[in-house]
């Protein structure tokens, strides 16, 4: 069964606005973190923002918050004021018990001038 | 300080040859993971290390796939008789508990097997 499911293949946000990226996952571990990645055409993975399951408030680094709703099992990304530099790939991320990253199939966000 | 390192950036090899990748964690990191990431993808977990422990072999595809680590530093992954769909670019990471266990990227190897 797929543990982390991302619904959009692709996205279109206009520049300086902000963009929701869906993510949902799969765990019955009590304990587990939730991570979002951004690749770049470049291929290099960049961590973007990390939430823990006992957090109780959401994270937020910069531009980037995480939408946390644990009891719908969902973690999305919300990036605010898009800027053409966000253009990449956006992967979700899961660590339960096994402490390896099972990952979804991406979101590809395009930011339009 | 330095970020994971990886080599080489690219790797072109023949059908049944045999190909080693290196990874450089960050230093100090007690964990490394090896990840493959097919075109158009997410990444799938291959290989952890943790410490001195055993290694979590439970990704590997198959016998051809292997890799080791000495101590907390460097590791190689070696695919033998490689065939064309191993054409993936392989990612390394290191994370340490310390920082919340995020896992930190290299740059890749891109294996192409002609």
């Known amino acids: 069964a797929q543990k982390i499911t991302q619904t959009q293949p692709g996205m279109f946000v206009q520049e300086k606005e902000a963009v929701t990226l869906d993510c949902t996952y799969d765990t019955s571990d009590q304990s587990y973190g939730l991570f979002w990645y951004k690749q770049p055409s470049s291929g290099e993975m960049i961590f973007l923002i990390y939430q823990g399951s006992y957090d109780e408030q959401n994270a937020t680094e910069g531009r980037y918050s995480l939408n946390f709703q644990k009891a719908r099992k969902s973690a999305n990304l919300v990036i605010s004021a898009s800027q053409l530099g966000d253009s990449a790939m956006y992967f979700c991320a899961m660590r339960d018990a096994g402490n390896m990253l099972t990952f979804g199939g991406g979101t590809r966000l395009m930011v339009k001038p | 300080g330095a970020g994971v390192s990886q080599s080489p950036s690219n790797k072109v090899t023949e059908k049944g040859k045999d190909v080693e990748l290196r990874c450089d964690p960050i230093?100090?990191?007690?964990?490394l993971y090896w990840y493959r990431q097919r075109l158009g993808q997410g990444l799938e977990f291959l290989i952890y290390?943790?410490?001195?422990?055993?290694?979590?072999k439970s990704g590997l595809p198959s016998d051809r796939f292997s890799a080791e680590r000495t101590g907390e530093s460097v590791s190689t992954l070696t695919i033998q008789r490689t065939q064309q769909e191993d054409s993936a670019v392989y990612l390394c990471?290191?994370?340490?508990?310390?920082?919340?266990?995020?896992?930190?990227f290299g740059a890749g190897t891109r294996l192409s097997v002609l």
């Open positions: 990471a290191s994370d340490s508990w310390e920082d919340r266990a995020i896992q930190y």
């Open positions: 290390f943790q410490g001195n422990s055993a290694p979590d």
């Open positions: 230093s100090g990191h007690t964990a």
